[in-house]
């Protein structure tokens, strides 16, 4: 699982890893290359954080 999420929903990014995973989210911050084509899970913000687990 991997969600792109900007600074504000980043919390509820890392939540909805450990609910629908149940394991302990990685948290990474997107290149700023990468930032650029790649918009947050709950908004049209630019993603900072990519989730994973
Ligand atoms: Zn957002």
Redesign the pocket.
């Known amino acids: 699982m991997e969600l792109y999420?900007?600074?504000?929903?980043v919390e509820m990014a890392l939540d909805e890893v450990v609910y629908e995973c149940e394991t302990y989210p990685v948290l990474t911050q997107v290149s700023e290359e990468k930032q650029l084509s790649t918009t947050?899970?709950?908004?049209?913000?630019v993603?900072i954080y990519l989730v994973g687990n």
């Not at 947050?40 to 913000?45: A, D, G, I, Q, W």
């Open positions: 999420c900007c600074q504000e929903h947050c899970e709950y908004c049209r913000n993603a």
